[in-house]
Nanobody, 124 residues
Framework: VQLQASGGGLVQTGASLRLSCAVS????????IGWFRQAPGKEREFVAV????????FYSDFAKGRFTISRDKVEKTVYLQMTSLKPEDTAVYYC??????????????????WGQGTQVTVSS
């Protein structure tokens, strides 16, 4: 499985961005695709995850209400729509693929494959 994250950029507080994670795989069935982020000097933290089959969703507390994860099976892409962005959202955003247990998918150790990351910078 290969993942390609894109869509980051420099925006002002309150703006929106949509990140994309293109999934290259013979079959994405059985995988969940998650978004994580890592700010300078901090550990990588969970943002949201979606199961490829079934579309189950799970968000971190800070993402609820502002971020929306979705997937397009035809385009083989997972999106992270981010709204009302804040300076504290500044980070490199990564997408990963996991076949782990649903309840453990907020743990980066459960992810087998990672994209290269895309930088999101929110200015105040």
């Amino acid at each position: 499985v290969q993942l390609q994250a894109s869509g980051g950029g420099l925006v002002q507080t309150g703006a929106s961005l949509r990140l994309s994670c293109a999934v290259s795989a013979h079959s994405a069935s059985g995988y969940a695709i998650g978004w994580f982020r890592q700010a300078p000097g901090k550990e990588r933290e969970f943002v949201a995850v979606i199961r490829w089959n079934g579309g189950n969703l799970f968000y971190s507390d800070f993402a609820k209400g502002r971020f929306t994860i979705s997937r397009d099976k035809v385009e083989k892409t997972v999106y992270l729509q981010m709204t009302s962005l804040k300076p504290e959202d500044t980070a490199v955003y990564y997408c990963g693929a996991s076949r782990g247990v649903w309840s453990s998918l907020d743990d980066q150790k459960m992810y087998l494959y990672w994209g290269q990351g895309t930088q999101v910078t929110v200015s105040s």
